[in-house]
Structure formats: C-alpha cells, structure tokens
T-cell receptor, first 118, second 114 residues
Framework: GAVVSQHPSRVICKSGTSVKIECRSL??????MFWYRQFPKQSLMLMAT?????????EQGVEKDKFLINHASLTLSTLTVTSAHPEDSSFYIC??????????????FGPGTRLTVT | KQEVTQIPAALSVPEGENLVLNCSFT??????LQWFRQDPGKGLTSLLL???SQREQTSGRLNASLDKSSGRSTLYIAASQPGDSATYLC?????????????WGLGTSLAVNP
C-alpha cells in the first residue's frame, strides 16, 4: 500500500518548451502533496506545497509562474515547468500525505522524474 | 533558520561492519526527526521516525537515537550488507502552519562492499 507514482520517469526537452510532470497516489487519497527538486550531490529542496482544491504554496525563491502546480483531485498533482531552461535540469520528486489514517507524519515519495533541458 | 548537517558525506565499509551515521541540527525546537533511504535515481523510503519526546527507535538492524538538546541524531546500522548501499538522509520536521515541512540534510552516501 501507499504507493506514489510519477510520470514520466525521465524527460528530455528543448529549451523554451514546457514540461508537465504528474504525481499520483495510487491507493490512497492525499489532500497535500509536496514537490521537491534535487540537484546532484545536494539535498532535497522543497519547492511548493500542493493542496487539493486550492492554490499551491510556494517556497521563497521559487517562481510560481514558472513552476505551475495544479492539484486537480485527491490523487493527482501536476507540476508544469514552463519555458524550461538548462538550469531547470534536475531531479523532481513529489510526496503525498494520506488524507486519513496513520500518525499524520507520513509522506510517501514518488520515484522521481529526471528532467534534462537541452 | 534550521540547518541540518550529515557526517560523513560518504562512507565505504566491508560487509559485516557495524556503522554509525551522524546528523546534527542547529535549532533544537523540532517536532520530530526522520531518517530516509534513497537508492540512486529513485525516490525515498522512510526508515525511522523519532518524536521529539523519544530517545530512540529501532527497526530490525537499524537503530536511530535522538538527543534534542544537543541537536544530534545517529543512525546505527548493525552487520551491514551490500543491500544497505544507498544514500541516507536525515530530515527534521518543524511546524509551519499545517505543512509540517521537512528540512533535509545533504545525506551520507554508503557503500557496503562484499
């Protein structure tokens, strides 16, 4: 149980194009999903908190117009990197917090999406 | 501002050794601390979660301790195996509204050699 999937797992796009990454909780509902990015040999950096039915909360320094987040349902959040540039190349990871049950501290992580912008 | 540091950054040991990974944090006012494992190019798996009121948690060959007053946690791995090779991340959780955000260390990259 508690599986989170991300699609695609890898994507290569050209500079200036937009890329959408999906994060799905497969066997539970999640009102809250987190989006992280991770550069090589660096830790996870929280980009934004995605809440179902409301606007995402972005961390300081993260451009909300560049990284569009849509939490369309209790099982799906999407991150769209608009007008991608090579510096956006990174590993993007999402996590989902179950709506019910558990201690309230669980975050289940997706396998990540490797984005390369050429 | 909370900062989480992990030492060592990398560790290579022969199979069977007992080992200790260290995590320190600058602000002792944490809600809890969590240890994760990340395999190359993959997501994270939660290993142990220690509440701020607890001193340690154990799961199989893993034991995590927490000394909140000194801002330190250790992850002890007994009888290491090649399958333990991964990056181990420490993260602390502090209240930020309802977000319960995690603040992450850079990780310790562990290689267990057969």
């Amino acid at each position: 149980g508690a599986v989170v999937s991300q699609h695609p797992s890898r994507v290569i796009c050209k500079s200036g194009t937009s890329v959408k990454i999906e994060c799905r909780s497969l066997d539970f509902q999640a009102t809250t999903m987190f989006w992280y990015r991770q550069f090589p040999k660096q830790s996870l950096m929280l980009m934004a908190t995605s809440n179902e039915g409301s606007k995402a909360t972005y961390e300081q320094g993260v451009e909300k117009d560049k990284f569009l987040i849509n939490h369309a349902s209790l099982t799906l959040s999407t991150l769209t990197v608009t007008s991608a540039h090579p510096e956006d190349s990174s590993f993007y990871i999402c996590s989902a917090v179950p709506l019910a049950g558990g201690s309230g501290y669980e975050q289940y992580f997706g396998p990540g999406t490797r984005l390369t912008v050429t | 501002k909370q900062e989480v540091t992990q030492i060592p950054a990398a560790l290579s040991v022969p199979e069977g050794e007992n080992l200790v990974l260290n995590c320190s944090f600058t602000d002792s006012a944490i809600y809890n601390l969590q240890w994760f494992r990340q395999d190359p190019g993959k997501g994270l798996t939660s290993l142990l979660l220690i509440q701020s009121s607890q001193r340690e948690q154990t799961s199989g060959r893993l034991n995590a301790s927490l000394d909140k007053s000194s801002g330190r946690s250790t992850l002890y791995i007994a009888a290491s195996q090649p399958g333990d090779s991964a990056t181990y991340l420490c993260a602390v959780r502090q209240w930020a509204g309802n977000n319960r955000k995690l603040i992450w260390g850079l990780g310790t990259s562990l290689a267990v050699n057969p």
